[in-house]
């Protein structure tokens, strides 16, 4: 277990809606990434947050946003949910933004 | 435009037998690979890792090696195990997109008894 954890588990949400997803980071680390994997693919990088700002973000629309809190655990918050965006979507944590991540367990996404 | 692939999307080996797992990844100036292995439901789990300035790098029953010249990463697996079924990926990481981690599409790895 990495110690970085992820909620919900699953969430189903209709088109149009919004939803937040969290994620709690591994003690003692300031930095957490944001990755979309779709069926069958590789991780997509969303964005990433250092000591609450963000550093550095993919190839994803405005309606995906996200904070860092002080204690460094992070929210994800997609607007205007369509369908293409049923994933799994992952949280990993690391020390610093160059060190090695770790990921949580995911939050499964569909959206009807 | 950015990419990192691998060469099989299925690898299926004997209990006991080595596997191997390649990776070309398409950006020389990347400085940072790591190989991830997900089972099915879960997270990516990190197994190993590289950086640019070392061509091979053992950690316990694996052995990755970087081949700079053809942009070639490998993962090797020595006596492979059941429990090593999963997916595979390798992943890289450029200097100026720190943290961007840039995932290639994966390698099953099935490990028949």
């Known amino acids: 277990e990495t110690g970085v954890t992820q909620s919900p588990t699953h969430l189903i949400k209709t088109r149009g809606q919004q939803v937040t997803l969290r994620c709690s980071s591994q003690?003692?680390?300031?930095?957490v990434s944001w990755y979309q994997q779709a069926l069958g693919q590789g991780p997509q990088f969303i964005f990433q947050?250092?000591?609450?700002?963000?550093?550095g973000r993919g190839n994803f629309p405005p309606r995906f946003s996200g904070l860092q809190f002080p204690n460094y655990s992070s929210e994800l918050n997609v607007n205007a949910l369509e369908l293409d965006d049923s994933a799994l979507y992952l949280c990993?944590?690391?020390?610093?933004?160059?060190?090695?991540?770790?990921f949580g367990p995911g939050t499964r996404l569909t959206v009807l | 435009g950015e990419s990192v692939g691998l060469h099989l999307p299925t690898l299926s080996v004997q209990e006991g037998d080595n596997s191997i797992i390649n990776c070309a990844y398409s950006?020389?100036?990347?400085?940072?690979f790591i190989w991830y292995k997900q089972e099915s439901g879960k997270g990516p789990q990190f197994i190993i890792d590289?950086?640019?300035?070392?061509d091979k790098r053992q950690g316990q029953r694996v052995t990755v090696l970087l081949n700079k010249t053809v942009k070639h990463l490998s993962l090797q697996i020595a006596a492979t195990q059941p429990g090593d079924s999963a997916v595979y990926f390798c992943?890289?990481?450029?200097?100026?997109?720190?943290?961007?981690?840039?995932f290639g599409q994966g390698t099953t790895l099935q490990v028949k008894p």
């Open positions: 990993a944590s690391s020390l610093t933004m160059a060190d090695t991540q770790y």
């Open positions: 003690s003692g680390h300031n930095t």
């Open positions: 947050y250092y000591r609450e700002e963000e550093n």
């Open positions: 950006n020389s100036a990347s400085d940072y």
């Open positions: 590289i950086r640019s300035n070392m």
């Open positions: 992943a890289e990481n450029t200097p100026g997109n720190t943290g961007k981690l840039i």
